[in-house]
């Protein structure tokens, strides 16, 4: 592979309303944190440029509305992508019991044709006291599904950089394997013809 090598990858972050996805894209990609924040409407859309593997990653990261009445809206920015963060909010019970529906939701909506699509699940807000979700029931949930997990603090800048870089690196593993995939059927779909058939041109 050359140094100079680009590769641009689909990041989303996706899950319910209020877990904090636009406060830990803020912090990987701006590094700074506000307490104060406006529900994402549809999807806002952030790009960071990383060295890899002497690759230069360009992640163009899609920041997607968690609210119930732009899920059909939010579902059509899955398309293409190359990896996802699912996130949930330690302190509140609801966020975790949904993670199911939100990665069946997306799993359904990107039809990859790679099996271990990466999805990383980040339980967020580590830093507040008022835990509902127990870094055991996370982690076991997390086992059960053969899904990597992170506890991250956007306000805290704890774990976010880890969790991105290693997401990074296994969506280029995704993305090189949905290549290679595309050109094995590329040429599975294009037998050679008879050498006498005859041409245009």
């Given at each position: ?6 590769v641009?990858?689909?990041i989303?972050?996706?899950?319910p ?8 894209l ?6 700074w944190?506000q ?6 409407l ?20 899609w920041?997607?509305g968690?609210?119930e ?25 609801d ?19 790679i099996t271990?699509?990466p999805i ?27 899904i ?15 969790a ?17 995939s ?17 041409s245009?041109c």
């Open positions: 592979m050359h140094s100079d090598q680009k641009d990858l689909k989303n972050i996706i899950g309303m209020g877990t904090g996805k636009t406060s830990l803020n912090q990987y990609v701006h590094k944190f307490n104060d924040y406006r529900n994402t549809g999807a806002h859309i952030l790009t960071k440029t990383i060295q890899l593997e002497n690759k230069t990653l360009k992640m163009q990261i920041d997607t968690g609210q009445r732009f899920r059909s809206l939010v579902s059509s920015f899955y398309k293409g992508s190359d990896g996802c963060f699912l996130v949930f909010d330690v302190t509140d019970e966020s975790f019991s949904s993670l199911e529906t939100w990665r069946t939701d997306f799993m359904d909506k990107i039809q990859s044709p271990n699509f990383i699940i980040l339980g967020n807000k580590i830093d507040l006291e008022d835990r509902q979700v127990s870094r055991e029931l996370a982690v076991s949930w997390c086992k059960e599904r053969k990597l997990y992170f506890e991250v603090s956007a306000k805290d800048n704890i774990n976010v950089d880890l991105f870089e290693t997401l990074a690196k296994e969506a280029l593993i995704h993305y090189q394997e949905c290549k290679e595309h050109l094995t059927d590329s040429i599975k779909l294009t037998p050679l013809k008879d050498s006498h058939t005859s245009c």
